[in-house]
């Protein structure tokens, strides 16, 4: 049984994710900052189902405390399949930005992508095959106003998928990026209305959580080993 490390894994998305992964066969490690109860009811209801899970608790910001909790785990068997899901927002037109909003949120996409991933390399590296997959955004492909941050965050993520692809495309390990769009989530029904939402996607619809974990499923699965260095955008078409 592969074991699988999803970051941000109570949320929207991330339970989506935790759920393919574990549909598929996978012991998923469902890590949680924040939403600790919510990991746990997800991992009580996988487990419920007939698959296999368990709660980290970490902030993948915190390097120290990011090691101290996955180093033991990868000491008999690797982690070959990771998912970077965690990442925050913390929009505002930039004139107006705060140095701490600027901050937080690289560290938590760029920052926390290395924190997690450096540590889980060489046991992947060893095993000789691995699937790592970056959650991006449409954000870092075109750019959104109160958003300069976190495109750049997203930007930056998708420059290391790109570089870490090439490292490790030798070793069976493949390294790629989704960029979702307007994803049905908690976030975006608060950001946009249905008449926001078919003005802007040429499929009068947002994405669901499900449909963005099944193209990562398919990304960490042995059918998509030709598949390394690429952003794959889930926008319904409006890029």
């Not at 049984?1 to 574990?22: D, E, F, N, Q």
């Not at 997203?154 to 490790?168: D, I, P, Y």
Request: glycine share 10%; hydrophobic share 45%; proline share 3%.
């Amino acid at each position: 049984m592969k074991k699988a490390l999803v970051t941000g894994g109570s949320g929207g998305i991330g339970a989506a994710i935790c759920r393919r992964l574990a549909n598929d066969g996978c012991h998923v490690y469902i890590h949680a900052h924040q939403g600790i109860q919510a990991a746990k009811t997800l991992a009580d209801s996988i487990c419920a189902e007939g698959g296999s899970a368990e709660v980290l608790t970490f902030d993948v910001t915190d390097s120290a405390a990011v090691a101290a909790i996955l180093t033991p785990l990868v000491e008999q068997q690797p982690i070959q399949i990771l998912v970077n899901n965690a990442g925050i927002h913390d929009d505002a037109i930039f004139p107006g930005m705060q140095a701490t909003q600027w901050h937080r949120v690289i560290d938590v996409s760029v920052n926390g992508f290395y924190n997690v991933t450096q540590p889980l390399m060489m046991p992947m590296i060893r095993s000789r095959w691995g699937r790592i997959i970056n959650v991006s955004s449409i954000a870092a492909l075109t750019g959104n106003r109160g958003q300069v941050n976190y495109a750049a965050a997203k930007g930056a993520l998708n420059s290391a998928t790109k570089s870490l692809a090439l490292e490790v495309a030798s070793r069976g390990i493949t390294v790629n990026a989704v960029a979702p769009g307007i994803i049905d989530t908690a976030l975006s029904e608060s950001a946009f209305t249905a008449q926001d939402i078919a003005r802007m996607v040429p499929m009068k619809r947002a994405g669901t959580p499900t449909e963005v974990a099944d193209l990562i499923g398919f990304l960490a699965s042995s059918k998509a080993a030709y598949i390394t260095g690429q952003i794959i955008s889930i926008n319904g078409g409006i890029i």
